[in-house]
């Protein structure tokens, strides 16, 4: 697969941050707010119940095919992330 980059605005509503269609894929997130925080987890994911990523942070998430990551605000104002998908 290809390298590509994204930068995402996170919302009160949980996005993806990959397709479905990868057979497996590395995502590097990083938040680049300089304040506020996002949770990551699955299309279920809420404010604060996912995984805590503070502001100017990054995590490395490998998926298994077929399996998408969401992101959703944890706090009152809208964030960008930046996605690097390997």
């Known amino acids: 697969m290809a390298v590509s980059a994204q930068r995402i605005t996170v919302s ?3 996005v993806a941050l990959n397709t479905a ?3 497996g894929i590395r995502l590097v997130v990083k938040n680049t707010d300089a304040t506020n925080g996002v ?3 699955d299309s279920t994911v809420t404010a604060g ?3 805590p990523l ?3 942070t990054s995590q ?3 998926v298994d095919a077929g399996g ?4 959703i ?7 960008v992330v930046a996605v690097l998908r390997s």
């Open 12 to 14: 009160t509503t949980a």
């Open 21 to 23: 269609d990868h057979g």
């Open 39 to 41: 949770d990551l987890g």
């Open 49 to 51: 119940a996912g995984y």
């Open 54 to 56: 503070a502001a100017t």
């Open 60 to 62: 490395v998430v490998d």
């Open 68 to 71: 998408v990551l969401y992101a």
């Open 73 to 79: 605000r944890s706090a009152a104002a809208d964030v």
